[in-house]
């Protein structure tokens, strides 16, 4: 396993740990935005490398990942007027006992799975799945759509990894997929979060709730 390769495996659940152990958000989108660049060069780490390939996959993910959605996000924030991440329905304390306890775990299945032969890193399997569990985990124990997003982001981080180390053969369909769906989710939940705070004075999540009772309401009125 090279450098590029280990750094990477180190960082992302670093940066994942941090992520869950914040309450602001600048500070949240700054370390996936990091997340994403580091990611965005592991085809560069490859023993076989992806030839061109590897050079159109790479400044397209650094691209989306490092700049364009990290200032998408930073911009939905000063608009929407959110500095931080206030009573998640988990404790930022239990986030990281949480996050520990995922990596653990993510550990312990990939154990238990076939070895793949097609991965150029024996840590890469456990750290995908540690991005999906851990990216899960944010989307449902914060409040704020803003960081539920950022959960997405880190999920699909997750299923990256996955994709640049264990798909050989179609790398560049695989992640062009993916980030065709991460784009559609992001402006998704960018309406989204657009129109819960023209509604509300913030952006809780929890807030749906409330606005799917009021039209239940008023229509069980009529």
């Excluded at 159109?56 to 996000?73: D, E, I, M, S």
């Excluded at 990256?160 to 179609?170: A, D, E, I, K, P």
Aim: proline share 5%.
């Amino acid at each position: 396993m090279n450098v590029l390769l280990d750094a990477a495996m180190v960082l992302v659940p670093l940066t994942t740990l941090m992520t869950l152990a914040s309450s602001r958000l600048v500070f949240c989108i700054r370390l996936v935005a990091l997340q994403g660049m580091v990611l965005a060069l592991l085809p560069f780490g490859m023993p076989d490398g992806f030839g061109w390939r590897a050079w159109f996959l790479v400044v397209g993910t650094l691209a989306v990942k490092g700049f364009l959605l990290p200032r998408l996000l930073l911009r939905t924030r000063r608009q929407a007027d959110v500095p931080r991440e206030v009573e998640p329905y988990v404790g930022f304390g239990a986030s990281i006992v949480a996050g520990v306890l995922m990596l653990a775990a993510s550990f312990w299945l990939s154990a238990h799975l076939p070895p793949p032969d097609t991965s150029s890193s024996s840590l890469a399997l456990p750290i995908s799945f540690f991005g999906v569990f851990s990216g899960l985990f944010l989307i449902v124990t914060r409040r704020k759509a803003l960081t539920q997003v950022l959960g997405y982001l880190v999920m699909e981080n997750g299923i990256y990894v996955f994709g640049v180390t264990f798909v050989r053969h179609q790398p560049l369909l695989v992640e062009m997929g993916v980030l065709l769906d991460l784009l559609v989710g992001v402006f998704v939940m960018g309406i989204a979060i657009f129109r819960i705070s023209q509604e509300f004075a913030h952006i809780d999540a929890d807030q749906l709730s409330l606005l799917r009772d009021a039209t239940l309401g008023n229509g069980g009125g009529k």
